[in-house]
């Protein structure tokens, strides 16, 4: 069982950054795969970026280039810096966890976070 808490989000302007957080709890966080989602309002939850066990992430067309996905083992959290951020990246963002990467990259994943508010203001 693993429980996902994200942190980070909140209000800034077109251009800023921010870091979101996920804390994962249990001892075996680092086998499983991780990944963000994002869904804003009146849209379906979609895809931002994924990274696996052994470091390899991809990322979803629209943020390649201004997302980072990291993860740091030691401290059972993985990270998602966002860089030039624009209006559209306006969404509640959700951490994802499996132990199969690709279950992670499709969205059928078995854990999920709450949830962090990001806004971007024009």
């Known amino acids: 069982q693993v429980q996902l808490v994200e942190s980070g989000g909140g209000l800034v302007q077109a251009g800023g950054s921010l870091r979101l957080s996920c804390a994962g709890s249990?001892?075996?966080?680092?086998?499983?795969?991780m990944g963000w989602f994002r869904q804003a309002p009146g849209k379906e939850r979609e895809f931002v970026a994924a990274?696996?066990?052994?470091?390899?992430?991809r990322y979803t067309d629209s943020v390649k280039g201004r997302f980072i996905i990291s993860r740091d083992v030691a401290k059972n959290t993985v990270y998602l810096q966002m860089n030039s951020l624009k209006p559209e990246d306006t969404a509640v963002y959700y951490c994802?966890?499996?132990?199969?990467?690709?279950?992670?990259?499709?969205?059928?994943?078995?854990?999920w976070g709450q949830g962090t508010q990001v806004t971007v203001s024009a």
């Open positions: 249990g001892r075996t966080f680092s086998t499983y795969n």
């Open positions: 994802a966890a499996d132990s199969v990467y690709s279950r992670v990259l499709i969205g059928r994943n078995d854990y």
């Open positions: 990274i696996s066990v052994t470091g390899i992430t």
